[in-house]
């Protein structure tokens, strides 16, 4: 609109649609009076004054009473070389105000999310500065985040130094957007001890700057697990990674277990299948050329794609080594699913969108719950580990529970954590599926605090069932040995007795006979003295 000090000479019929008139209503009426507020007139003059040029905000009156946002954007100018007047273009920005209260609430979710996440996730620049980190990130390492913020993560002696030359490989490849990880690094914590850290590094561009965005779990107390349990899996032969042998001609000649389970098939399907059955990028033809390279290097890493039986594909992570039994040559493969991993890489995008889409492809389910223990969030994992949807997970979270007694124990430390405000330790429960087939989960969760009192309950949970299942039969094999031990143990004592009485009686029986002998002779003597 034109208009002389809020007096209309000109404007367009959109500005009276906007405002709720009709045209001729306006004419040589004064719109600021008639469309603004009081409480903005002292703005819109002081701009009219200085000229202002700038967009600015205020508020705008319909004709029917009703108020809403509005952005006005002006300039004086000198009509007909007689009268200063000023054009002035005002917008209706409601559904903006509605996109930015929607994207600051998220903004404050998110950041919520990020502090409290039960997995330490820091920020840092290209060049190692710390920029942020969350609290799980603190108690991780000791440090309160203000102590490191601004420092470089070289000069902090918290990496060993034989991890540091990994670490700027790592930083490096993140400068050139590439995504690392999960890599192991062994941390000196504040107070001195060390942990060994499983870290997942992401580049992310937050309000328009490339950072680094990190997620580190402590993983120093499963490699003790897996160190413990390496000896008696070599027994059972059950590795958690898919083990292939196959000769020269691509023919597997041996599985195990977890091959079994991964693909779908029986042992003896997989016996008589081939390396080409299985890889679609492995056909016949491009075989020799792997077994050349094989057989030159000996042992190298790649990563290529799987089938199931099912048809379904799944990206795999492949150690090969060539071995030499019974004077054959052997390929030795050990495949990881790296099917999570992809997931979490894909799904690292940037700024907020990137920080959701880590909980929300995470391998763990995230959740949060009022202290009522009513389920309010749900991250997507929960139809993959529980079989829900989202909607009908919505529940208190106890009716997902079985009567296990471990869950009495479980949710004794929800209460807790809800009562004292503190973060309790890991622990286990035995939920159940929708499907009806119970599964073990071990959860981590924190509680949300304001001003002294827990409001939420927010934590994640992984499904550990495969887990317990290898070390229950683990220690199932155990205490059979220890049986079987002890009951040739038994047997062994019982024949040591019998032939220990078997000696006893040879020996008496020698003795005896030797006595007798000597009387007999002592006789002898005597009557040939006598004789």
Known sequence: MIHDNGIAIDFNLSLANMFGYQREELIGKNLIKLFIPEEFHTTIADNIKKDNASPYEAEGKRKDGSVFPIEIEARNIVLEGKRLTRVTAIRDITERKKVETVLKSSEERLKIIFELAPDAIYINDLKGNFLDGNKAAEKLIGYKKEELIGKNFSKLDILSKNDLPRAFITLAKNALGKRTGPDEFLMNRKDGSQILLEVSNFPVKIQGKSVVLGIARDISERKRSEEELKLTQASVDNLTDAVYWMGADAKFIYVNNAAIDVLGYSRKELLNMTVHD???????????????????????????????????????????????????????????????????????????????????????????????????????????????????????????????????????????????????????????????????????????????????IIGSIVDITTRKAAEAEIMKLKNNLEIEVAEKTKELNEKVDHLQRFVDATVNRELRMKDLSDENEKLKAELEKKG
Do not use: M
Request: with cysteine; charged share 30%; net charge negative.
């Open 278 to 456: 299985i890889s679609p990028e492995f056909p016949e033809e491009v075989w020799p050329a792997h077994w050349k390279k094989l057989k030159n290097k000996g042992s190298f890493l790649f990563q290529t794609i799987h089938k199931r039986k099912n048809g379904g594909i799944f990206p795999v992570e492949i150690t090969v080594n060539l071995l030499q039994f019974e004077g054959k040559e052997i390929n030795c493969a050990i495949a990881k699913d790296i099917t999570e991993r992809k997931q979490a890489e894909e799904t690292l995008r940037e700024s907020e969108a990137q920080l959701r889409n880590i909980f929300e492809n995470s391998t763990s389910l995230y959740y949060s719950h009022t202290p009522d223990h009513i389920l309010t969030y749900l991250s997507p994992q929960v139809e993959e580990v529980l079989g829900y949807t989202i909607e009908e997970a919505l529940v208190k979270w106890t009716e997902l529970a079985t009567e296990n007694p471990v869950n009495d124990r479980g949710f004794q430390h929800t209460v807790r954590a809800i009562e004292t405000c503190r973060q309790q330790p890991p622990y286990e429960l035995e939920l159940v599926r929708k499907d009806g087939r119970k599964i073990n989960v071990e959860v981590r969760e924190s509680p949300l605090v304001e001003n002294g009192k827990t409001t939420a």
